[in-house]
């Protein structure tokens, strides 16, 4: 016969291991959301933050000569600085510019669907998670907002800004661990 002592012993100490495993549980999906809002948010600021910039430097509905230089310029700046992928798209889908090194990249030309860009004109911003087909592999949360013409509030294109998703996973495996 187990004594009264060993049967609460054992009860309490399972009920504690319980609350102890979903604590931590609830704390890590704590962490995960707080950081995928950060990045989204972030990524948006960015994203917004480019497209005045490509509204400023919009003559006519079209970027060229040495503010097309200029522009490519601050946006491989900030990207840099923001470590996102910034890929800038007239009112059509077609890529005009990219925060890519190369002045010849493999981006330029390719064009966004028609469906996404009428969400984004449409919403003012998109936000979602996944592949872009042709531009990248891996998986990267990815953040649109169009460019509006100050004065007429015509859409000229949007920006889509993106940042790899295994960079923010990371975060969250170094932090549980």
């Not at 669907?113 to 009428?118: A, G, H, P, Q």
């Amino acid at each position: 016969m187990k004594t009264t002592f060993g049967r609460l012993f054992f009860t309490m100490a399972a009920v504690i291991l319980f609350g102890m495993v979903l604590l931590g549980t609830s704390f890590g999906v704590l962490i995960r959301n707080y950081l995928f809002d950060e990045k989204e948010s972030s990524l948006r600021t960015t994203a917004q933050a480019v497209a005045k910039l490509a509204e400023g430097y919009q003559t006519g509905g079209m970027i060229s000569g040495k503010d097309a230089w200029s522009l490519r310029a601050e946006l491989s700046f900030s990207a840099e600085v923001t470590k996102a992928d910034a890929f800038i798209c007239s009112a059509t889908g077609e890529i005009l510019m990219c925060s890519c090194e190369s002045m010849s990249c493999e981006h330029l030309g390719m064009a966004i669907d028609k469906t996404y860009l009428e969400k984004v004109f449409a919403k003012g911003y998109f936000v979602d998670t996944g592949v872009i087909s042709g531009l990248d592999q891996a998986e990267r949360y990815v953040v649109s907002v169009p460019i509006r013409d100050a004065d007429t509030e015509q859409n000229l294109g949007i920006v889509v800004v993106s940042a790899p998703v295994a960079e923010t996973l990371s975060v969250i495996s170094e932090t549980m661990s």
